[in-house]
C-alpha cells in the first residue's frame, strides 16, 4: 500500500469524529428550539448517539493498527464492539427523537442482539437483521420528527452507497475502496446535521 493511500484511508476513518461532533453542535446550538417548539424526547440520548458513533470508529481504528489499515473481512472481539455501537448509536438517536414504547424495545434488543448473535457460525449475517430494525426506526423517528424528506438520503449514502463500497472491497481486494466508506457514512450524517440546522427556519 501507498503512504497516500494509507494516509488518505486513515483520515477517512478520523472523519466520522469530526461529523459526530459537528452534529452534536449543531443540536446543542439549536437546543432551545428542539426542546421547546419540537419537544424531542432527549436531547442526551441524541448527544450520546453520535458519541457511540466516535467510540465505534475507535474501536475500528485500534483493529486497523495491528492489520497495517488493510481491510479484511474478520470476526474479532473489535469488530465486535464497532458494529454493537453503531447500532447503539442509531439507536440512541432514534430514542432521543421521539418516545414510543414499542420501539424503544425493538431499538434495545436490537443494540443486545448485534452484540449476542455477532460472529455466530463465524459470520456477520444475523446481526444484518437487528441494523435493519436499528436503520428502519431510525429514518421512521427522524422523518416524524424533523418533516424532511432528505432522510432518506442518509439511507442512499450509509446504508447503500456504503456497503456497496465494502462488498466491492471484499470482492475486488482493492484497498482504494476502503477509502469511500467512511465519507459515505460521513455524509449521510452530515446531511441530517444540514436538516437539523435549517429546521428551525422553517418555523419562522
Known amino acids: 500500500?501507498?503512504?497516500?493511500?494509507?494516509?488518505?484511508?486513515?483520515?477517512?476513518?478520523?472523519?466520522?469524529?469530526?461529523?459526530?461532533?459537528?452534529?452534536v453542535w449543531i443540536f446543542s446550538r439549536r437546543s432551545q428550539f428542539y426542546q421547546t417548539t419540537v419537544k424531542?424526547?432527549?436531547?442526551?440520548?441524541?448527544?450520546?448517539?453520535?458519541?457511540?458513533?466516535?467510540?465505534?470508529?475507535?474501536?475500528e481504528i485500534a483493529e486497523?493498527?495491528?492489520?497495517?489499515?488493510?481491510?479484511?473481512?474478520?470476526?474479532?472481539?473489535l469488530n465486535r464492539l464497532f458494529y454493537t455501537f453503531i447500532v447503539a448509536g442509531v439507536s440512541l438517536?432514534?430514542?432521543g427523537l421521539k418516545k414510543a414504547w414499542w420501539t424503544d424495545l425493538l431499538l434495545i434488543a436490537s443494540v443486545i442482539i448485534t452484540a449476542v448473535t455477532y460472529g455466530?457460525?463465524?459470520?456477520?449475517?444475523?446481526?444484518?437483521?437487528?441494523?435493519?430494525?436499528?436503520?428502519?426506526?431510525?429514518?421512521?423517528?427522524?422523518?416524524?420528527?424533523?418533516?424532511?424528506?432528505?432522510?432518506?438520503?442518509y439511507v442512499v449514502f450509509s446504508n447503500i452507497l456504503a456497503l456497496a463500497a465494502g462488498i466491492v472491497l471484499i470482492a475486488t481486494g482493492n484497498q482504494v475502496w476502503h477509502v469511500f466508506i467512511g465519507p459515505l457514512s460521513a455524509i449521510a450524517l452530515l446531511i441530517l446535521g444540514y436538516v437539523a440546522w435549517v429546521r428551525p427556519?422553517?418555523?419562522v
Open 120 to 153: 455466530i457460525n463465524d459470520s456477520k449475517s444475523f446481526i444484518q437483521i437487528s441494523q435493519l430494525i436499528a436503520a428502519a426506526i431510525f429514518v421512521y423517528h427522524w422523518y416524524v420528527t424533523m418533516r424532511d424528506w432528505r432522510v432518506f438520503l
Open 40 to 59: 424531542l424526547r432527549s436531547l442526551p440520548f441524541i448527544y450520546c448517539g453520535y458519541a457511540s458513533f466516535a467510540i465505534a470508529a475507535s474501536y
Open 93 to 95: 438517536i432514534a430514542m
Open 1 to 23: 500500500m501507498s503512504p497516500a493511500l494509507k494516509f488518505a484511508i486513515i483520515a477517512a476513518h478520523f472523519s466520522v469524529y469530526i461529523v459526530s461532533a459537528i452534529s
Open 201 to 203: 427556519y422553517r418555523n
Open 64 to 77: 486497523h493498527m495491528a492489520d497495517d489499515w488493510i481491510y479484511r473481512s474478520q470476526i474479532s472481539g
